[in-house]
């Protein structure tokens, strides 16, 4: 038995609980009940106000990425409660690996809870290989729930935020978390793979909130994964842009999955890399490809709007830069404000954390390259710091939306 295996065997018998930051709320909620049978129970951690923020300060040295800051704010905060056992209890991030600070984050975080929380183990989701003994395996089967959860996850986020901009909150929270209950019901059966039915399913209780009548502005939101997608790191942005009579769009987390894997055959053919694998990349990244479309084609006929083809994305990165340029989110970014802006979402936020030099290069450094582009593209860049409070985020907010284009 390897190593690996003997240690997370223990943590389920030992009944650990496992605590996760809040990336994707709808997402993280499903992944996190699945996860929860294999014997240790996951929780998302949702902060709020400044305490995470401050207690990350104090923590992480303040030229670190802006989301490691809070994420470590975040867990101590959580692991200062009171409510855990932390002789049983442990924290989990995801890591993509490459050229990203996040690649260092376990011994950052392992560094920030030496003192006050040394039995605290710190542990890695990643398809990379890193941090191999504490890393969480992945089976091909649990592999494959997992992504089934960012498929099923993504098409309700699309569907929800299109929903929240025209119909009253509670009513759409009502049917969000009928569809969370009706998939945690299945993750983890073969039930959970018959995607035609499961979306369908997912549609059909959505269906009574379709967008009617005038279009809202809509405004896409690109940038670091962290802070694009967590509520807590953009200071609720997806909410002060429905509060502003807009509707926000957030591209899908699969178009990321779709991004990385795309990478290996940048690398291929550039550098001659992953020869051997390339063959089984292939069939995996037009496989995660298809899922993409099928969500696509489920919603003709409604007024529901898809996610951008990746194909599509690819192309508009290309007009633009050199998918060559990967580190961190690298030529996604430029890749999809362009596309937002060939499908009429011409108002665009890009979120840029403190301390992510790539993601300031692809993200802020070419925005004059995506305007000369596309010009009828109306974009803001706003920076996050741990520091900093949402006024001058919020300002620069109402200033893009006032000169706000909508797209035809």
């Known amino acids: 038995m390897s190593e690996q295996k003997r240690f997370f065997d223990k943590l389920a018998k030992e009944g650990y609980t496992v605590l996760v930051p809040d990336m994707c709320p709808i997402h993280f909620d499903l992944l996190s009940h699945y996860l929860s049978q294999t014997g240790m129970k996951l929780v998302v951690i949702t902060p709020t106000g400044r305490e995470a923020k401050d207690q990350g300060l104090n923590a992480i040295h303040n030229d670190a990425c802006y989301p490691v800051i809070i994420i470590a704010g975040a867990f101590i905060q959580e692991l200062r409660s009171g409510k855990y056992d932390l002789n049983k209890t442990a924290v989990m991030i995801s890591q993509t690996g490459g050229g990203c600070r996040a690649s260092n984050y376990l011994s950052m975080f392992k560094k920030a809870f030496a003192k006050e929380f040394p039995n605290v183990p710190v542990l890695s989701l990643n398809f990379s290989g890193l941090e191999k003994e504490h890393s969480l395996p992945l089976s091909i089967p649990r592999a494959l729930n997992l992504y089934?959860?960012?498929?099923?996850?993504?098409?309700?986020?699309n569907l929800s935020n299109q929903a929240y901009a025209y119909y009253p909150k509670e009513e759409i929270d009502a049917c969000l978390k009928e569809c969370l209950t009706y998939l945690k019901a299945r993750i983890g059966h073969p039930k959970f793979f018959q995607k035609r039915r499961v979306l369908r399913y997912l549609l059909e209780k959505f269906k009574p909130f379709q967008p009617c009548g005038e279009?809202?502005?809509r405004v896409g939101v690109v940038g670091e994964i962290y802070v694009k997608y967590s509520p807590y790191a953009n200071n609720h942005l997806g909410d002060f842009l429905l509060k502003e009579g807009c509707e926000p769009v957030f591209p899908s987390?699969?178009?990321?999955?779709?991004?990385?894997?795309?990478?290996?055959?940048?690398?291929?053919?550039?550098?001659?890399?992953?020869?051997k694998?390339?063959?089984?990349?292939?069939?995996?990244y037009r496989y995660a490809l298809g899922l993409t479309r099928l969500s696509a084609k489920m919603l003709k006929g409604t007024t529901f709007l898809p996610f951008d083809d990746f194909e599509d994305v690819i192309a508009s990165g290309k007009k633009v830069i050199n998918i060559g340029v990967k580190m961190g989110e690298g030529w996604l970014?430029?890749?999809?404000?362009?596309?937002?802006?060939?499908?009429g979402?011409?108002?665009?936020?890009?979120?840029?954390?403190?301390?992510?030099?790539?993601?300031?290069?692809?993200?802020?450094?070419?925005?004059?390259?995506?305007?000369?582009?596309?010009?009828?593209?109306?974009?803001?860049?706003?920076?996050?710091?741990?520091s900093s409070t949402s006024v001058n985020q919020e300002n620069r907010l109402k200033l893009m939306l006032s000169n706000a284009k909508l797209g035809k």
């Open 148 to 157: 089934f959860g960012v498929i099923y996850g993504d098409f309700l986020m």
């Open 215 to 217: 279009r809202k502005p």
């Open 253 to 275: 987390l699969n178009e990321f999955v779709l991004y990385c894997l795309y990478n290996y055959f940048v690398d291929h053919d550039y550098y001659g890399r992953n020869k």
């Open 277 to 284: 694998s390339y063959p089984l990349l292939r069939v995996a």
């Open 333 to 343: 970014i430029p890749a999809e404000m362009v596309c937002f802006a060939h499908h």
């Open 345 to 386: 979402v011409n108002n665009i936020v890009v979120v840029q954390p403190f301390g992510c030099l790539p993601n300031h290069i692809v993200g802020k450094g070419m925005i004059r390259p995506v305007k000369a582009l596309c010009p009828d593209a109306n974009i803001v860049p706003l920076d996050f710091d741990a």
